[in-house]
C-alpha cells in the first residue's frame, strides 16, 4: 500500500532518479520533475501530495519558489528543501513555508529517509 504521492524535483538526472528510487523503496508514489513548472503541472491535476521534496536550484523557478506557489494553491504538504546554498540565502530568496525543513546537500540516504519519515509523523 503505498504511503502516498511525493513530488520529488531535482534537475540532475542521476539524483533525481536516486531520490525517486529511495522514496519509492520507502512506499511512496513518486512523481519525479527535472523542473518546478512540470512538477507544478503534476500538482494542478492531483493535489493530493504528502511531500514536496526539492532542490533550491532549478531552471526557472527555484525551489522557494515553488514551495510558496503550492501553499497559495492551498496545499499544505510538508517541504523538504534540498541545498547545497545555505540557510541564510534561502531565507532571503523567501524561506522555506512551514511545515517545511531544509537538507544541506550532500544528503545521505539514512538521513534522507529520517527526515522524510520525521516531516510526515
Known amino acids: ?43 494542478q491535476s492531483n493535489n493530493a501530495i504528502v511531500l514536496l521534496a526539492t532542490d533550491m536550484s532549478l531552471p526557472g523557478m527555484n525551489g522557494v519558489n515553488l514551495a510558496h506557489k503550492i501553499r497559495d494553491m492551498g496545499i499544505n504538504a510538508p517541504i523538504l528543501l534540498m541545498s547545497g546554498h ?24 539514512a538521513e534522507l529517509r529520517a527526515v522524510v519519515d520525521s516531516l510526515l509523523s
Do not use: C, W
Open 86 to 109: 545555505d540557510e541564510e540565502e534561502i531565507n532571503e530568496a523567501g524561506g522555506v513555508p512551514e511545515p517545511g525543513l531544509i537538507l544541506q546537500k550532500p544528503i545521505g540516504l
Open 1 to 43: 500500500m503505498s504511503r502516498g504521492i511525493v513530488i520529488f524535483v531535482e534537475d540532475e538526472e542521476t539524483l533525481r532518479k536516486l531520490g525517486e528510487t529511495i522514496l519509492s523503496r520507502m512506499g511512496f508514489e513518486v512523481s519525479s520533475h527535472g523542473d518546478a513548472e512540470s512538477a507544478l503541472e503534476a500538482i
